[in-house]
């Protein structure tokens, strides 16, 4: 049975009100003059991320970019993390590639992982009526994964979608995917393609 036969067997997830959370894509990130290791696997999960954000658009549910606004001096930097994204800069700002449209689209920046870490963003969804998220960037493991387990504490419902994702190297990606895949808060949290996505909410 796949992604899309399980939702089915709950039909009150089709009358959720979802929002696209985009995470951390930005220029940084993606550049290829002065790429991170995580930079190549970002690049490949443009393309399905600016198809899903042209559905999310076509029904009028919200879009939202939440990226990295980092300090030089934050804590995070005091381990084996080097500084990127800083507030305030060139690299922090939402890739080229992406299809965001300012005034359409909700950008919040975020000072560490989650995109609900400080930035008001629960709020902001209760207020439009969204009931689920559906999270795509990076990285899965980290910030990805951060927001979705946000989303289930603040009680929206949340989907990692595994091929608007990525993670380096990709087998922490895969593994993450995997371990999310069967868990005992399926379908609260659930792991699907944007096609599933598509179908389900469509």
């Not at 951390?24 to 790429?35: A, I, R, Y």
């Not at 994964?145 to 979608?161: E, G, M, P, S, Y």
């Amino acid at each position: 049975m796949n992604n899309l036969e399980r939702s089915k067997e709950h039909p009150s997830l089709t009358r959720d009100k979802p929002a696209l959370l985009i995470i951390d894509m930005v220029k940084d990130n993606l550049e290829p003059e002065q790429p991170l290791p995580i930079t190549e696997a970002a690049g490949k999960i443009v393309a399905p991320i600016n198809n899903l954000t042209k559905v999310f658009r076509e029904q009028k549910w919200p879009v939202i970019f939440s990226t990295d606004a980092y300090h030089s001096d934050d804590f995070i930097f005091s381990g084996r993390l080097r500084p990127h994204s800083l507030a305030g800069t060139r690299g922090a700002e939402i890739g080229s590639a992406l299809d965001y449209r300012a005034g359409r689209d909700l950008w919040l920046p975020k000072p560490r992982f989650s995109a609900f870490f400080q930035t008001g963003l629960e709020k902001t969804l209760f207020k439009q009526g969204v009931t689920m998220c559906a999270v795509a960037g990076i990285t899965t493991n980290f910030c990805v994964l951060a927001t979705i387990l946000d989303a289930i504490c603040h009680d929206f419902k949340a989907v990692l979608l595994e091929d608007c994702t990525a993670a380096y190297p990709e087998s922490s990606h895969e593994r993450t995917v995997e371990m999310y895949r069967k868990n005992p808060l399926y379908p609260l949290l659930r792991v699907a393609t944007s096609g599933d996505l598509k179908q389900l909410l469509t």
